[in-house]
């Protein structure tokens, strides 16, 4: 979409440009110097709007292709290091249901489960810090990750 206006603004201003030698070269009216003047500064002013817009957006798009493979191996990491902490809660959990008959057990893994949580809950974070630099690769990341906790698969292949 902005790329689309930038590419407007850019075509205004060739259009502006060819409006302004078309009157130029017409013999019923001469431009004046103020005339002159006012297209140059329009189809300068055009011209820069639209150059700087698509500036803008090339710039965004190239920073982004750069940092995507970045991302990726740290999504790779993130992942690995949520997993394993789900495989630990998982654990902890599976561990308080077996000693429930020892108080101060039960109490130590309740704590190391609300310890888990805290750090499930960081990567959860840690890939929302990436979803607004490459949403494409979060989102299809986070159904990866989504379908090897629910089925129960810990394996990261790419």
Do not use: C
Request: charged residues 20%.
């Amino acid at each position: 979409m902005r790329r689309a206006i930038a590419i407007v603004f850019i075509i205004a201003s060739f259009a502006i440009a060819g409006l302004f030698v078309y009157m130029s070269a017409s013999t019923t009216k001469p431009l004046t110097t103020l005339d002159n003047s006012l297209f140059q500064i329009f189809t300068l002013a055009v011209g820069l709007v639209g150059s700087y817009l698509f500036g803008k957006e090339s710039a965004t798009e190239n920073a982004k292709e750069l940092i995507r493979p970045h991302a990726k191996s740290a999504f790779r990491r993130v992942i690995a290091i949520y997993l394993g902490l789900v495989r630990i809660g998982q654990e902890v959990q599976e561990s308080q249901l077996n000693l429930s008959g020892n108080v101060s057990l039960h109490t130590s893994f309740g704590k190391l489960e609300g310890m888990v949580t805290e750090q499930i809950a960081t990567a959860a974070d840690a890939l929302e810090d990436w979803s607004d630099i490459v949403p494409d690769e979060v989102k299809e990341l986070r159904q990866r990750l989504n379908s090897a906790t629910l089925g129960g698969s810990s394996n990261e292949n790419d």
